[in-house]
């Protein structure tokens, strides 16, 4: 399901303070949840703000069953001292970051270790060359088409990893 942040729909520039986000985000998930077409679990996150506000949802205790980031801001551009990841660790269920190596919004050093103390509940993908819109250069040798098939196929790939199915059958051996 996809929707907008209020402040979009009102066509501001200007994001709503992350509390009236995270209440969009939530009434979103549950209205989601509501219409009982979701199958055997509830994945949330989004592309940017988007993901990181799913992140604070889910740090809040949200039921769901994982996360996925397209283009996780970690810290806001050239300001890589103002990091966004003090909640992460709160975040129970298990979480897929897709980062381009190029993002301006997340220096994949300074992601690196967020993700070795959250441990094996966070999956990095990176895609090469990508920009935190994951556009890559001409000299790249790589079209838009072949890039957005790489990240849905490893955002495929991590939900069948972490299927549980999946899940139950590694317990098993």
């Not at 200007?14 to 009982?36: H, N, S, W």
């Not at 220096?107 to 556009?135: K, M, N, Y």
């Amino acid at each position: 399901m996809r929707f907008n942040f209020g402040y979009h729909e009102r066509g501001s520039k200007r994001p709503d303070p992350p509390k009236k986000l995270i209440a969009t985000y939530r009434a979103a998930a549950e209205a989601l949840r509501a219409r009982g077409e979701l199958g055997e679990r509830l994945v949330i996150g989004g592309r940017s703000m988007g993901g990181r506000m799913a992140s604070l949802l889910a740090a809040e205790g949200f039921a769901c069953d994982g996360l996925v980031f397209l283009g996780y801001p970690l810290h806001p551009p050239g300001e890589p001292g103002k990091m966004r990841d003090a909640h992460l660790t709160k975040v129970a269920p298990p979480m897929l970051f897709v980062q381009g190596t190029r993002d301006k919004l997340c220096d994949l050093a300074l992601l690196r270790p967020v993700l070795a103390r959250i441990g094996p509940r966070a999956t990095l993908h990176e895609v090469a060359g990508g920009d935190h819109g994951f556009d890559v250069r001409k000299m790249d040798g790589r079209t838009p088409e072949s890039v957005l098939g790489e990240v849905i196929g490893s955002v495929a790939d991590w939900l069948e990893a972490t299927s549980p199915d999946q899940r139950a059958g590694e317990s098993a051996k």
